[in-house]
């Protein structure tokens, strides 16, 4: 149950983030706060920035809020011990982990830009999945497993995410 919740509030979070991200697209809010990086707008104003005409910010907070209903159902006595909503937020947040990779590549290959809040998303993404998992698979060696992917694929995204922003050594 405790692992639930933590999906809701990594979730409500990363709602807050697609928001924040979204007010920028539609321009309510004029520029983003790019204190980390300097690729917030070129990220959010380039045509990876739209997905079918629809602004991936918008998607981004459609999918935490649902992510974050799940997570509020699945803490609720009546569903504490069925598995069905890990299974739907594993569904969830794998296909947000898919969508999250391709727009990765695009925002570091492609574009060569990194946005700080896109970062924020990135790695609650991963881990909401990850913690979605572990949910649905219930023995312990495949939990570790699956912990200890995670964790290196973290670590090699921050790497290479920091690698990006300092570029190479001397």
Same mark, same amino acid.
């Given at each position: 149950?405790?692992r639930?919740?933590?999906?809701?509030v990594?979730a409500? @979070?990363?709602a807050?983030?697609a928001?924040?991200?979204?007010?920028a697209?539609l321009?309510y809010?004029g520029? #983003?706060a790019?204190?980390i990086?300097?690729?917030?707008?070129?990220?959010?104003?380039?045509?990876y920035s739209e997905f079918?005409?629809v602004?991936v910010a918008?998607?981004g907070l459609?999918?935490?809020?649902?992510? !974050?209903a799940v997570?509020?159902v699945?803490?609720?006595?009546?569903?504490v011990a069925?598995?069905?909503?890990d @299974?739907?937020l594993? #569904?969830?947040?794998?296909?947000?982990?898919?969508f999250?990779l391709?727009?990765?590549?695009a925002?570091?290959?492609i #574009?060569?830009?990194?946005c700080?809040?896109?970062?924020v998303?990135q790695?609650i993404v @991963?881990?909401? !999945?990850?913690?979605?998992?572990?949910g649905v698979?219930?023995r312990p060696a495949?939990l570790?497993s699956?912990?200890g992917v995670?964790?290196?694929?973290?670590t090699? !995204?921050?790497?290479?995410t920091?690698?990006?922003?300092?570029?190479p050594?001397?």
């Amino acid at each position: 149950m405790n692992r639930r919740r933590a999906i809701a509030v990594l979730a409500l @979070v990363g709602a807050l983030d697609a928001a924040y991200l979204l007010l920028a697209k539609l321009g309510y809010i004029g520029n #983003l706060a790019c204190t980390i990086t300097q690729g917030c707008d070129l990220v959010n104003t380039s045509r990876y920035s739209e997905f079918l005409g629809v602004p991936v910010a918008g998607i981004g907070l459609a999918g935490y809020l649902a992510m !974050f209903a799940v997570a509020l159902v699945g803490v609720q006595p009546r569903w504490v011990a069925e598995r069905r909503p890990d @299974v739907w937020l594993t #569904l969830l947040s794998g296909v947000a982990l898919v969508f999250t990779l391709y727009l990765t590549y695009a925002e570091l290959v492609i #574009l060569n830009a990194i946005c700080q809040w896109c970062v924020v998303s990135q790695i609650i993404v @991963v881990v909401i !999945f990850v913690l979605s998992a572990i949910g649905v698979w219930s023995r312990p060696a495949l939990l570790r497993s699956l912990a200890g992917v995670a964790v290196v694929a973290v670590t090699a !995204f921050a790497g290479y995410t920091c690698y990006g922003l300092v570029g190479p050594p001397g």
